[in-house]
């Protein structure tokens, strides 16, 4: 098909996860660079946080925020389906969404249930996004960007269940770029390693905050890819851990 540029794509955006802090500060990058993004959510007071750093791109209707888990097909399309009528097509289907366990070996792990729910975390919210997000977009194309970790690669003992969730998303990733191929529809991940967040220099007060990367800086990475420009790449996972 055709390869259009950024100026004649869409520009819509769903952003899963876009209340925390990474999905935050992509949600800002976007808007700031003209696109209209939608954030589903669970939680009320993260919301909120949100709405209070946009209040101008909520009143000019270019944010978007709807009650939605994103672990659930059928809420999610029923979220696109909204979108897409008010909206239009959609381009950008992005999933930030994901939550980490560990701490005890898998030898010492007496709640196996666990990996069910790592997996529906950081697997099923990436393949509903990805899926519900293909639907729903244009003859344009389109793309999809799923945050992933380090540890998939390089994994550490004490979080068998985190990285086997995580492993899994890549090999979702590189199977469906296979099955997207010729379509005008890409698919990668990002592979953080630490993120710089108030959160983690909490909990982690010794380390070396200054080599770890800022939540904006990875969100330049997925604008980069969620752009019309990043055609030629698809089922990559791109390391953004900078030098922790």
């Known amino acids: 098909m055709d390869r259009i ?14 209340t925390g802090a990474l999905g935050s500060a992509l949600v800002a990058l976007l808007l700031e660079r003209g696109e209209r993004v939608c954030v589903p959510w669970r939680h009320a007071a993260q919301a909120e946080r949100l709405r209070s750093a946009h209040p101008d791109a909520l009143a000019d209707g ?18 696109l389906d909204v979108l897409r009528a008010d909206w239009g ?35 099923r919210t990436a393949a509903v996004v990805a899926r519900e997000g293909l639907r729903h977009m244009g003859d344009a194309g389109g793309r ?18 985190y990285t086997a969730s995580k492993a899994a998303l890549l090999s979702l990733v590189e199977t469906l770029a296979l099955e997207l191929r010729g379509t005008g529809r890409t698919v990668n ?29 990875i969100a330049k990475v997925i604008a980069w890819l969620a752009g019309a420009e990043s055609w030629p790449v698809s089922g990559a996972a791109i390391p953004v851990a900078g030098d922790s």
């Open 5 to 18: 540029t950024d100026a004649d794509r869409p520009r819509t955006a769903l952003v899963a996860g876009g």
């Open 62 to 79: 270019r944010l978007r925020l709807s009650q939605c888990d994103v672990a659930d097909p059928d809420q999610v399309a029923a979220l």
């Open 89 to 123: 097509p959609l381009w950008l289907a992005c999933s930030v969404a994901g939550g980490w366990a560990g701490g005890t070996n898998l030898v010492d792990l007496d709640d196996i249930a666990l990996f069910d729910r790592m997996m529906r975390m950081n697997l």
């Open 144 to 161: 999809v960007v799923l945050v992933g970790s380090r540890t998939a690669l390089r994994p550490r003992a004490g979080e068998a269940a």
């Open 189 to 217: 991940a990002v592979l953080p390693g630490v993120i710089d967040t108030p959160a983690n220099r909490q909990a982690m007060p010794s380390a070396a905050h200054e080599r770890w990367v800022p939540p904006r800086a």
